[in-house]
């Protein structure tokens, strides 16, 4: 029976709740620009970059997919296996084979679909399916790739590289990521049939639109930027393999409850889940500015999380009868 | 009598009829099919009472899932066997630390999910987060020796064959399974999974028995780390991490319900053993490492398919 605020509340709740993955960013890159004015410098923007900023990327893009997921009330637990399994067919196969690797991501992108059918048609849940779904990515880029290495094609790496003037690439990226996110969910049909799925299926259906059209669409889409995140990891560290994006399921789903997404689903925010991305990635920096143990690392995650849900406003349901 | 089709409709049975079949490949295809079933059920004790825990707490309705698990078995073996300091006269200390540290890291699971009202599953994935910290900070992520008392003791096999932790987990699902059907504890869990509103209407204490089933859980989680620990030579940072996605898996597999009110002990038995099975039927085919995923992943997938799960998780 936990579920969050109701989106319907207006006035201040409303934008408390907006306010939520704002501040978790703030807390995190406060301490930071603190201690290192240096690094909102003009002159110095670069170092934004030198501070692994980039990496944040492909954490936003895997958030962005599980977004998707959670935004039908479904989830994602196979994340981190499949991109994964992206660098390491982009170091192993689209170096060598660019038609049989993008053969083998157009591959993933049919059987994502499947999933989102399969959910649909015999009422499985995601959950299970994506746990069997993670050991299958993870043989197959154990098959692929054996050990970490591999050879990125160059174009991945070169894209990741760009370097805009005025303001650093990762914002940029991370800034229309949040704008197409939050296009498609709220200026589009899709977007819209996406959440109505996630908050009532039914009434979707009755409208009369197809819920199994909504789940398919929703899951290729999962698995889209489960590939873009896998492409724009492999590019960015030059490596391939398969544990390489380890803990990004997790992350994901902290990114977008940070975000203000409902673990229950038909509640998003895309700009929010980019916020709560890029909280989650910085928080090493903020260990190693403030001079704090990189063992807290873990901690200090689970802490922003509980500190993010708690000023949320999450807890202020008035009115309503608490059974837990 | 049972018939045929009433048989097919337990769900349980397909896991036990998967575990049939593969043991059956084995006895074909090696000389040695008893010492590998052996085998297989000395590991899948582990599998047995993680995914009791998990069970319950999934019981208890939609969302509810323990993500904290990998970690509390990491924090509960560190936390036992510092204690034990490899000297016999301290098992005592240390299992009831190592049961302790589960129990209070299980409690503080539900203190989030009572007081912060996060969603179980953001709850138990913060405070896991947290428990691995003060994992890495108190033992250093270093490999925590077991005694020899405990090495000995898990790794004893009654009559040469059948291991005695895996007996021992047998009489504790069994307990649970008197538990989940007999006992008032079982009933509410089984009430408030199925309409927590219901249930609270009818006077069912809801923080009470949501506390005590996120406390067991922990303290399944920190039973497990206390005897993993001492079956694999020591406890390390990252020796539960299989168990998240696996914890959840033997209890979809065995037949309970992910949408909760729905459980299952003898299911997780049967999908335990048939786990471990299937990893060394692949290990004896010479199968390499990609394709043994690759297979277990069709194979829990097929198990859920067949099973006909068909409710909603949320």
């Not at chain 1, 299970?128 to 050991?135: R, V």
């Not at chain 1, 005025?166 to 498609?184: E, Q, R, S, T």
């Not at chain 1, 049939?193 to 889409?221: E, P, T, W, Y």
């Not at chain 1, 390489?244 to 940070?258: D, P």
């Amino acid at each position: 029976m936990v579920r969050s605020l109701d989106a319907r509340r207006g006035g201040l709740a409303r934008y408390t709740e907006s306010l939520v993955p704002v501040v978790s960013l703030l807390v995190v890159l406060i301490p930071i620009v603190w201690r290192q004015p240096v690094l909102i410098s003009p002159s110095r923007y670069y170092a934004m970059q030198t501070m692994a900023l980039a990496l944040a990327i492909p954490i936003v893009l895997a958030s962005l997919g599980q977004m998707l997921a959670m935004s039908i009330g479904e989830i994602d637990f196979s994340m981190e296996n499949l991109v994964s399994l992206v660098t390491c067919v982009m170091g192993a196969v689209m170096s060598r084979n660019v038609a049989l690797g993008i053969l083998l991501l157009l591959g993933i992108l049919v059987v994502y679909a499947l999933i989102g059918a399969f959910i649909h048609l015999k009422k499985l849940p995601s959950i299970i399916i994506t746990i069997g779904m993670s050991f299958v990515w993870t043989g197959l880029a154990i098959t692929i790739q054996p050990t970490p290495g591999g050879n990125i094609p160059a174009i991945a790496s070169d894209f990741m590289r760009l370097k805009p003037p005025w303001v650093p690439y990762p914002i940029v990226l991370a800034a229309l990521l949040a704008l197409a996110g939050h296009f498609l969910m709220f200026k589009t049909g899709f977007g819209i049939l996406a959440r109505g799925v996630g908050d009532n299926v039914k009434s979707i259906q009755q409208s009369g639109h197809s819920a199994i059209r909504v789940r398919i669409m929703v899951f290729a889409l999962v698995g889209l930027f489960g590939i873009m995140a896998g492409v724009s990891l492999a590019g960015l560290t030059n490596a391939a393999d398969p544990l390489l994006a380890k803990n990004y399921t997790l992350l994901s789903v902290a990114a977008v409850i940070l975000g203000g997404g409902a673990f229950a689903g038909g509640k998003v925010s895309a700009a929010g889940t980019v916020f709560g991305a890029f909280a989650m990635h910085l928080v090493v920096h903020l260990l190693v500015v403030l001079k704090i143990s990189t063992d807290w690392q873990a901690g200090v995650k689970g802490f922003i999380i509980l500190f993010a849900l708690y000023i949320g406003g999450f807890f202020k349901r008035a009115g309503k009868i608490r059974y837990i | 009598m049972p018939t045929i089709k009433t048989l097919l409709a337990r769900k349980w049975l397909w896991s036990y009829l998967g575990a049939a079949a593969v043991f059956a490949v084995i006895a074909a295809v090696s000389a040695n099919s008893f010492a590998t079933l052996s085998a297989s059920i000395s590991f899948a004790t582990f599998y047995i009472l993680v995914g009791i825990g998990q069970m319950l707490v999934i019981t208890t309705g939609p969302g509810n899932i323990d993500l904290s698990i990998p970690n509390t078995i990491a924090f509960a073996a560190s936390l036992g066997f510092t204690l034990i300091n490899e000297s016999n006269a301290n098992i005592p200390y240390g299992v009831a630390a190592g049961i302790a540290g589960g129990g209070a890291i299980g409690l503080f699971n539900y203190l989030l999910i009572r007081f912060i009202l996060m969603p179980p599953m953001i709850a138990t994935l913060a405070s896991s987060l947290i428990v691995r910290s003060l994992s890495i900070i108190y033992f250093r992520g270093m490999q925590i020796k077991p005694p020899s008392g405990l090495s000995w003791f898990v790794s004893y096999r009654v009559g040469g064959y059948v291991p005695l932790v895996f007996l021992l987990a047998l009489a504790a699902a069994a307990v649970m399974q008197i538990v989940l059907t007999r006992a008032a504890y079982g009933r509410y869990i089984h009430a408030i999974g199925q309409n927590i509103k219901a249930a609270w209407l009818c006077g069912v204490d809801v923080k009470l028995y949501k506390m005590i089933t996120y406390v067991l859980s922990g303290v399944f989680a920190g039973v497990t780390g206390i005897l993993l620990a001492s079956f694999t030579s020591g406890a390390t940072l990252s020796m539960g991490d299989e168990y998240m996605l696996n914890s959840i898996a033997v209890v979809v597999m065995g037949g309970s319900s992910i949408a909760g009110g729905d459980s299952n002990v003898i299911g997780i038995v049967g999908s335990s053993v048939l786990l471990y099975l299937i990893v060394n039927l692949l290990n004896i085919l010479g199968m390499e490492a990609g394709l043994r995923y690759i297979f277990t992943g069709v194979v829990i997938i097929g198990i859920i398919f067949l099973s006909g799960e068909k409710m909603r998780w949320r």
